[in-house]
């Protein structure tokens, strides 16, 4: 089992930052995947960003792109969501998440307990 603990979230004015933190425990394996994801009331639950295990990639969405930048810390095992120029369509809750696969195949998709962030205008 992977735990997933995230902080930083809060309200914020238009126009305004935030850094997400999401650190890591448990079972978790060499190369893994690390994202962000957000939900807002009434819609789906949609990616933000995802940085890769191993070369460290990264992909946005379109709508954070510029505005966003997801990092990680290996050796903390902690990703990060530096949220700048933010603005109220940015308010939803926002979740961690952990995917890595196993030798066996076997899939691993964990989540974080999410976290609100509030953006106001």
């Known amino acids: 089992q992977v735990q997933l603990v995230e902080s930083g979230g809060g309200l914020v004015q238009a126009g305004g930052s935030l850094r997400l933190s999401c650190a890591a425990s448990?079972?978790?394996?060499?190369?893994?995947?690390m994202g962000w994801y957000r939900q807002s009331p009434g819609k789906q639950r949609e990616l933000v960003a995802v940085i890769r295990g191993g070369g460290g990639s990264t992909n946005y969405a379109d709508s954070v792109k510029g505005r966003f930048t997801i990092s990680r810390d290996n050796a903390k095992n902690t990703v990060y969501l530096q949220m700048n120029s933010l603005k109220p369509e940015d308010t939803a809750v926002y979740y961690c998440?952990?995917?890595?696969?196993?030798?066996?195949?076997?899939?691993?998709?964990?989540w974080g307990q999410g976290t609100q962030v509030t953006v106001s205008s």
């Open positions: 448990g079972s978790i394996l060499s190369i893994y995947d």
């Open positions: 998440n952990l995917y890595q696969v196993r030798m066996t195949y076997s899939v691993e998709n964990y």
